[in-house]
């Protein structure tokens, strides 16, 4: 695990999800942010998805499951990933991405990035 990743948990924020929502409710901005999973059987999806804390992005796909946008990839690096971030820039407006330490494969915008950085050399409230 990265120091990043261990100064966030002492904020309670333990994944890509939660850095999200928690950003949402400091700022009330709800950027797009992609996430990399890594289908573990023939049938769960492998690749990236983009994600908004609070909304679908793919309100009418056909994964009922998951309705936010999906691009096939079998690696964390690969071309899906390029795909995912050619696709939010177009439609939400990301202009700079950045990857954080410990978060493989996942982009976020640099305002969220740089938020979460900050939290992380900071205190948790109330000791938590």
């Given at each position: ?23 949402k ?66 439609r ?34 109330n000791?938590?």
């Open positions: 695990m990265s120091k990043l990743q261990d100064a966030l948990r002492e904020h309670r924020i333990f994944n890509a999800y939660e850095l999200a929502k928690a950003y409710a400091a700022t009330g901005d709800a950027p797009a942010f992609i996430t990399f999973s890594k289908g573990g059987s023939s049938w769960a999806f492998s690749g990236h998805h983009v994600h908004r804390a609070g909304f679908l992005t793919d309100p009418e796909s056909g994964h009922p499951l998951d309705r936010n946008k999906r691009f096939n990839g079998r690696t964390a690096s690969g071309a899906s990933l390029a795909e995912a971030a050619a696709w939010a820039d177009a939400y407006g990301v202009t700079e991405w950045v990857k954080l330490p410990g978060f493989t494969g996942h982009l976020f915008p640099k305002p969220m990035a740089d938020w979460a950085k900050q939290v992380a050399k900071t205190e948790p409230a000791g938590n």
